[in-house]
Each structure stands twice: as structure tokens, then as C-alpha cells.
């Protein structure tokens, strides 16, 4: 069984402080992407906010349930190099975005959009689809922020829609992952949502990657993704 070190390591170093802020109510704002606080030379708080959670509790097991998952299946199908550098680059197109718009907030949601953005352009359609799923949950909470019942009906909708992709993966044609992903990524940025900028970043990544150091897996591989 694959063992994926890199996820293990990135979710303690998460998973600690961002628990720990539950005892701790200072703890965020110490650590959060402020962007007046950055602009005045605490520079830090772009890398700190990445592991605490300005979702409460719920937000913060969904991160860290997220990290849990995308991060083994991205660990096993694109190897731990490659991790790294899709995990570091939405992280920095999100924080970059975050201090240019001037948005506060944190949470590890724009790292894990790279990882969704390599897995998106993975040859197997587990990989596909549950980069796809994800560009859509990261969309997926807007309505339900805005409040009302209605707001979280179509949250569920939209998740739910999203789990199809998983779901029926192997009955549905291998360039709708992309798509979806694609139209997700376009509308986020269109809202100048964060993970929308963290989206493009991934997979702006994950092509960068991918032709500068295009994988050669042996034949025998027991990890070599299903291709489709």
C-alpha cells in the first residue's frame, strides 16, 4: 500500500494549529492573511493563514477531510515532487490574489485547488473526476454564504452534482472533467472568488509540470493509473 508521507507531514502541520485555534480564539488573527498587516511588512501571515481556518469548526474538518483525500490520491498518481509544487502553487496564486483584492481571511482550500488542478490533467478517471468535484465545491458554498434556504438548497444541489462526476466516473466521457473544472475555474475568477485564481493556478501549474517533466511509468507499476 502506498504510502503518502507528503500528505501525512502537510496535514499535521495543518491539522495542529487549526485545531488548536478552536482553544485558542487569537490564534487566527495572529495568523491570518490580513492584507493591511502584509502591506505593513508581515509578509509571513501569506504562508501562516494556510494552516488555520476562518470556517469555524465545519469548515476546518472539511479542509482538513479534503487534504486527507486529494492529497493521497495526488500523492500516489503524481508522486511527491509534483505534490509540492501543485499544493505550493495554488497556494500562491490564491494568497496572491487574496492580498492584491484585498481580502482577509485563511484556510488551506487555495493549496488543495492545486492539487485539483493536477489531478484534473491525470490520465485516470478517479484522478479527473475528483479534480473536477472539487473545483466545484469550491464554488459550491457561495450560494448557502449568502443565506437563506434557498442559498442552501442549491448548495446541495451543486455538491451533489459535483459527486456525480465520482460517481459515474467510468460512464462519462473523459474531457468533462476538464470542462467542468474550466467553466468552475471561470466563474470563481469572474466573482473574484479566491479559489477561482487558485484553480487557474493549479492547472496553469500542472501543465507546466507536466511538459517539463512528463512522466514515464513502468509497465508494471501497481500505482499506474487507469488510463480513459
Same mark, same amino acid.
Given at each position: 500500500?502506498?504510502?503518502?508521507?507528503?500528505?501525512?507531514?502537510?496535514?499535521?502541520?495543518?491539522?495542529?494549529? +487549526?485545531?488548536? !485555534? #478552536?482553544?485558542?480564539?487569537?490564534?487566527?488573527?495572529?495568523?491570518?492573511?490580513?492584507?493591511?498587516?502584509?502591506?505593513?511588512?508581515?509578509?509571513?501571515?501569506?504562508?501562516?493563514?494556510?494552516?488555520? !481556518?476562518?470556517?469555524?469548526?465545519?469548515?476546518? &474538518?472539511?479542509?482538513?477531510?479534503?487534504?486527507?483525500?486529494?492529497?493521497?490520491?495526488?500523492?500516489?498518481?503524481?508522486?511527491?515532487?509534483?505534490?509540492?509544487?501543485?499544493?505550493?502553487?495554488?497556494?500562491?496564486?490564491?494568497?496572491?490574489?487574496?492580498?492584491?483584492?484585498? !481580502?482577509?481571511?485563511?484556510?488551506?482550500?487555495?493549496?488543495?485547488?492545486?492539487?485539483?488542478?493536477?489531478?484534473?490533467?491525470?490520465?485516470?478517471?478517479?484522478?479527473?473526476?475528483?479534480?473536477?468535484?472539487?473545483?466545484?465545491? +469550491?464554488?459550491?458554498?457561495?450560494?448557502?454564504?449568502?443565506?437563506?434556504?434557498?442559498?442552501?438548497?442549491?448548495? &446541495?444541489?451543486?455538491?451533489?452534482?459535483?459527486?456525480?462526476?465520482?460517481?459515474?466516473?467510468?460512464?462519462?466521457?473523459?474531457?468533462?472533467?476538464?470542462?467542468?473544472?474550466?467553466?468552475?475555474?471561470?466563474?470563481?475568477?469572474?466573482?473574484?472568488? &479566491?479559489?477561482?485564481?487558485?484553480?487557474?493556478?493549479?492547472? #496553469?501549474?500542472?501543465? #507546466?509540470?507536466?511538459?517539463?517533466?512528463?512522466?514515464?511509468?513502468?509497465?508494471?507499476?501497481?500505482?499506474?493509473?487507469?488510463?480513459?
Amino acid at each position: 500500500m502506498y504510502k503518502p508521507y507528503v500528505t501525512a507531514v502537510v496535514f499535521l502541520l495543518t491539522a495542529v494549529p +487549526s485545531l488548536l !485555534q #478552536i482553544a485558542v480564539p487569537g490564534l487566527e488573527p495572529a495568523l491570518m492573511r490580513d492584507p493591511a498587516a502584509i502591506a505593513g511588512g508581515e509578509w509571513w501571515r501569506l504562508v501562516t493563514s494556510l494552516v488555520v !481556518q476562518d470556517g469555524g469548526l465545519f469548515g476546518t &474538518l472539511i479542509n482538513l477531510a479534503f487534504l486527507a483525500v486529494l492529497g493521497y490520491v495526488a500523492e500516489r498518481a503524481l508522486r511527491p515532487a509534483r505534490w509540492l509544487m501543485l499544493y505550493l502553487g495554488g497556494a500562491a496564486a490564491g494568497e496572491a490574489a487574496g492580498y492584491l483584492l484585498g !481580502q482577509p481571511g485563511a484556510g488551506n482550500s487555495v493549496a488543495l485547488c492545486g492539487l485539483a488542478g493536477g489531478l484534473v490533467l491525470a490520465s485516470g478517471r478517479l484522478e479527473r473526476s475528483l479534480g473536477a468535484f472539487y473545483a466545484v465545491i +469550491s464554488g459550491a458554498w457561495l450560494p448557502a454564504a449568502t443565506g437563506g434556504t434557498w442559498g442552501l438548497i442549491v448548495t &446541495l444541489v451543486l455538491a451533489a452534482a459535483g459527486f456525480q462526476l465520482v460517481v459515474h466516473r467510468e460512464r462519462l466521457p473523459g474531457w468533462l472533467p476538464v470542462t467542468v473544472y474550466g467553466v468552475a475555474t471561470v466563474v470563481l475568477v469572474a466573482l473574484r472568488d &479566491l479559489h477561482g485564481f487558485a484553480l487557474l493556478g493549479g492547472i #496553469i501549474v500542472g501543465w #507546466i509540470v507536466n511538459a517539463a517533466f512528463p512522466r514515464r511509468t513502468p509497465a508494471g507499476d501497481p500505482l499506474r493509473p487507469a488510463t480513459g
